[in-house]
């Protein structure tokens, strides 16, 4: 399973970004995906969630700003950033987790994205 990220980039505060993560592979459907970031100097914190059902939550952080979302029928997961703040800055990886069969657990990371947010 491969995770590609894209749509980071420079933005000035208040502005919006969309992030987008594609995964190869058949398991993205029964998968929960999430967004993580790490700043510089800083432990990656989880950004926002979606369950294969669809459920979401979000950390205190970025509430009310950003949405994720999933496209399953196109293997992607959207995180759909706006009131971008300077402290938003960070590299934003995607994470998908679930379980093959017999309960073996998988766990996906991205290669990161990087969002900088200008005062």
């Known amino acids: 399973v491969q995770l590609v990220e894209s749509g980071g980039g420079l933005v000035q505060a208040g502005g919006s970004l969309r992030l987008s993560c594609v995964a190869s592979?058949?398991?993205?459907?029964?998968?929960?995906l999430a967004w993580y970031r790490q700043a510089p100097g800083k432990k990656r914190e989880l950004v926002a969630a979606?369950?294969?059902?669809?459920?979401?939550n979000y950390a205190d952080s970025v509430k009310g700003r950003f949405t994720m979302s999933r496209d399953n029928a196109k293997n992607t997961v959207y995180l759909q950033m706006s009131g971008l703040k300077p402290e938003d800055t960070a590299v934003y990886y995607c994470?998908?987790?679930?379980?093959?069969?017999?309960?073996?657990?998988?766990?996906?990371w991205g290669q990161g994205t990087q969002v900088t947010v200008s005062s």
């Open positions: 592979g058949s398991i993205f459907s029964t998968s929960a």
């Open positions: 979606i369950t294969s059902g669809g459920s979401t």
């Open positions: 994470n998908l987790k679930g379980f093959w069969r017999f309960g073996v657990p998988y766990d996906y």
